[in-house]
T-cell receptor, first 114, second 114 residues
Framework: DAGITQSPRYKITETGRQVTLMCHQT?????MFWYRQDLGHGLRLIYY???????DKGEVPDGYVVSRSKTENFPLTLESATRSQTSVYFC?????????????FGSGTRLTVV | AQSVTQLDSQVPVFEEAPVELRCNYS??????LFWYVQYPNQGLQLLLK??????LVESINGFEAEFNKSQTSFHLRKPSVHISDTAEYFC????????????FGTGTRLLVSP
């Protein structure tokens, strides 16, 4: 199906483990984003990418790594998970950088670090 | 840098009553404003946006928002809410200079009861 798909939907991992959250979009959108959603903070930008092999830090990048070898995929890796990274993670994409280019969001990944 | 303030974390209202969700922004340059809605266990969906022109913008499901530059506000209103409007609502802003990411407020949970 066309759209933006995140996997897994739910993940429980242990402190110190590496975990990768996947994001795949079928529109060939140039821009992709990772946000985390926490109570009282709303959505905060972790990383974004303007095109394949071009990534940049957002507001809260520490502890996260991204890559974008293909336009359609934008995985987010927690190198050594901590309890403070327990959150709901949303991937989004946008066809361009103009304001009228809206963001399309995935359904989210709920990550629990124990 | 721009910022968004949603002072109300939760707004309880009875079905068929009017509602207003408040949003104020801060920016030294002109902005574009958005309201997103998040239904339970789903990603964010664009509800409406202000880019230019008429300061009153409407959504297809009866919501409207008015851009007020002098008060730096973009409040969301609906004259008569339904149970199905129960959701989290996020106000977001982008500035009109180059490529700028969406910056979100902390969200307002609208709880509609019978």
């Amino acid at each position: 199906d066309a759209g933006i798909t995140q996997s897994p939907r739910y993940k429980i991992t242990e402190t110190g483990r590496q975990v990768t959250l996947m994001c795949h979009q079928t529109w060939s959108h140039s821009y992709m984003f990772w946000y985390r959603q926490d109570l009282g903070h709303g959505l905060r930008l972790i990383y974004y990418s303007a095109a394949a092999d071009i990534t940049d830090k957002g507001e809260v990048p520490d502890g996260y790594v991204v890559s974008r070898s293909k336009t359609e995929n934008f995985p987010l890796t927690l190198e050594s998970a901590t309890r403070s990274q327990t959150s709901v993670y949303f991937c989004a994409s946008s066809v361009g950088d103009r304001p009228f280019h809206g963001y399309t969001f995935g359904s989210g990944t709920r990550l629990t670090v124990v | 840098a721009q910022s968004v303030t949603q002072l109300d974390s939760q707004v309880p209202v009875f079905e068929e009553a009017p509602v207003e969700l408040r949003c104020n922004y801060s920016s030294s340059v002109s902005v574009y404003l958005f309201w997103y809605v998040q239904y339970p266990n789903q990603g964010l969906q664009l509800l409406l946006k202000y880019l230019s022109g008429s300061t009153l913008v409407e959504s297809i499901n009866g919501f409207e928002a008015e851009f007020n530059k002098s008060q730096t506000s973009f409040h969301l209103r609906k004259p008569s809410v339904h149970i199905s409007d129960t959701a989290e609502y996020f106000c977001a802003v982008r500035v009109n200079t180059g490529f700028q990411k969406l910056v979100f407020g902390t969200g307002t949970r609208l709880l509609v009861s019978p």
